[in-house]
């Protein structure tokens, strides 16, 4: 037979004491045979409530979801703002509404939610007349909003997604991050970072942040973590936003709030919005501004000196030159004004990163010394970008020198000894990269390709101040010349593009995208004022060269959004 013949369990109630001790009662009368066995007293409660909802419940409650939806759909049309609630369309709607709407669980110190301050619905309140519904939170009558209290850090409204990460994908991310995103931004100590990773409970509130934007940051570098990289972006942005705004001191700023924020804005560049980036740079900018972390290496007045860790002070270094690299990258690349000035800057160049890694700190050279030295000698691959970037921004300064001179005056000042200055001191930066990181061992660090990629754009970038002369009809073979070595330097871009497919383009820093686009126009332009003279063969060198590097471009575009917007402007 296919049901039951008879029913489960006997008529009426099960006895007190089979209940304490869960035991399936006869529910003889006056006593049950447990309570025959054991020779006590059988006592039974007919008052009790039964379980499970009321009847007809469940039916009111989907009614009530029904009329909720209609009325928000309603009030969305016409408001005409295109956001949506979503209570239940994604799912069907269970008995137990607490299951079907489980709060997410992002609480990394594991500490629980403070029973006076529920977690609100939505970003803010909602405008007059909508409804609440008190279907989530079955015992609280109104739903507080953000309004009325802002939540800290360690809470998140559920608009931004309950996604689940097992501890194991968190230690894969973190692995993944020392892998992938340390080598291009390197700015922790791996021993440090993971002495306090471990203490969570001691965990301060910035040290959260920089933990969910290390996880952020590494799901850009991946595509087996893409499922879940929208929701832990948007908690990270989150929190960042709940730290800068309720903090308890407005004086106090700790190093893991800017780099934290330093990470999500790599992010934002490679995997949302150039805007967007471009806005979160600019708070970046201010944090290192606030701390002074362009001063950490100036003489102290007596007194004021204090025993800080050289790992921390290190650590703050390498913050604040990553920040000087990410204003640079801006600014040559839409030819604004820089945030961080260069001449102010009294924090040293960073050490090796073994010594780093090591936690032996060695004292090295202030940018401006190496910028006035011819010494050959190793740098970090991290100083090197940082004294090849900063040849750009001179050259953009020089450029911006120069258009202000010719507006002023038919003849610029000093044009000619200060762009043979800048391409002198490229030479040997150039000949230095070239002796200490030699072609054998290029591939083994995306960093130091990269400073190789900026060395060439900064050719290419002397290469096109120098064609503005043309215009005035000055020196045509210096024109002519630089013509040359910026064609050979936009052709090695595209050499160095097609070598890091090697490597894997997961591993590229973020604005390799920003020198492949320099090499491409200069490669089309070469190809344009050229095409009387180049021969056959010649012309299809250039165009293979160009082809090169529009392809790593289109490669680039699918883990890295600043190729699509650099191939939208070619």
Same mark, same amino acid.
């Given at each position: ?30 006593? /049950? ?8 007293? /059988? ?40 956001? =949506?609630?979503?209570?239940?369309? =994604? ?259 960073? /050490? ?11 004292? =090295? ?26 040849? /750009? ?68 970038? @002397? ?82 060269? @160009? ?24």
């Amino acid at each position: 037979m296919y049901g039951r013949a008879e029913p489960r369990q006997q008529p009426g109630y099960a006895c007190e004491e089979c209940r304490k001790k869960k035991l399936r009662c006869d529910r003889q009368r006056p006593q /049950c045979g447990a309570c025959a066995n054991a020779q006590i007293q /059988c006592e039974v409660n007919d008052r009790r409530v039964p379980r499970g909802p009321k009847k007809g419940s469940i039916g009111a409650l989907r009614s009530r979801i029904v009329a909720l939806e209609r009325r928000l759909s309603t009030s969305q049309n016409e408001d005409g703002d295109g956001q =949506e609630l979503s209570l239940t369309s =994604e799912s069907p709607v269970k008995e137990n509404a607490s299951a079907q709407f489980p709060l997410p669980d992002w609480d990394i110190t594991q500490h629980e939610h403070p029973s006076g301050n529920s977690i609100p619905l939505a970003w803010g309140p909602p405008p007059d007349g909508l409804p609440r519904s008190p279907l989530l939170f079955p015992d609280v009558s109104v739903l507080p909003t953000i309004a009325a209290s802002y939540p800290s850090p360690k809470q998140s409204p559920p608009s931004i997604g309950d996604v689940y990460v097992p501890d194991l994908a968190k230690a894969d991310l973190i692995q993944l991050y020392f892998d992938r995103v340390q080598p291009i931004i390197p700015i922790l100590n791996k021993p440090k970072t993971f002495r306090w990773m471990n203490d969570s409970h001691n965990m301060s509130e910035a040290q959260q942040c920089l933990q969910y934007a290390m996880w952020t940051s590494a799901t850009a570098f991946s595509s087996q973590f893409s499922g879940f990289q929208e929701t832990m972006y948007a908690k990270t942005r989150f929190m960042l936003d709940q730290l800068d705004l309720s903090g308890n001191d407005a004086l106090v700023c700790h190093i893991e709030h800017v780099q934290a924020w330093i990470l999500i804005t790599f992010y934002e560049f490679s995997r949302t919005n150039y805007r967007r980036g471009w806005l979160s740079a600019g708070r970046v900018f201010r944090l290192v501004q606030f701390l002074r972390l362009y001063d950490l290496d100036s003489p102290k007045p007596l007194g004021a000196e204090h025993e800080e860790d050289p790992i921390s002070i290190e650590e703050k270094r390498r913050t604040f030159w990553i920040a000087y690299c990410l204003d640079r990258f801006i600014s040559v690349s839409e030819g604004a004004p820089m945030t961080l000035s260069e001449e102010v800057v009294y924090t040293r160049l960073p /050490c090796l990163d073994i010594d780093f890694q090591r936690g032996l700190v060695p004292q =090295e050279c202030f940018l401006a010394e190496t910028m006035s030295s011819a010494e050959i000698r190793p740098y970090a691959p991290l100083a090197e970008c940082v004294i090849l970037v900063t040849i /750009c921004s001179r050259a953009l300064s020089h450029k911006q020198i120069y258009t202000i001179e010719t507006l002023y005056s038919n003849i610029p000042l000093d044009f000619a000894s200060r762009h043979d200055w800048l391409d002198g001191m490229l030479t040997r930066r150039l000949n230095n990269l070239q002796a200490n990181y030699p072609s054998i061992t290029v591939a083994e660090n995306p960093m130091i390709i990269f400073s190789y990629m900026v060395a060439h754009a900064a050719v290419i970038y @002397l290469c096109r101040i120098v064609e503005s002369l043309s215009r005035n009809d000055q020196n045509q073979t210096v024109v002519w010349e630089f013509q040359e070595r910026g064609f050979w330097a936009a052709q090695e871009i595209a050499r160095l593009a097609k070598e890091h497919e090697h490597l894997g383009y997961f591993k590229a820093h973020t604005f390799m995208p920003l020198t492949i686009y320099l090499s491409a126009t200069r490669l089309a332009k070469h190809l344009e004022i050229r095409k009387g003279d180049l021969e056959t063969n010649q012309a299809r060198v250039v165009e293979n060269s @160009l082809h090169i590097s529009i392809d790593a471009l289109q490669k680039l575009q699918s883990v890295n959004n600043l190729a699509n917007y650099y191939l939208q402007l070619l």
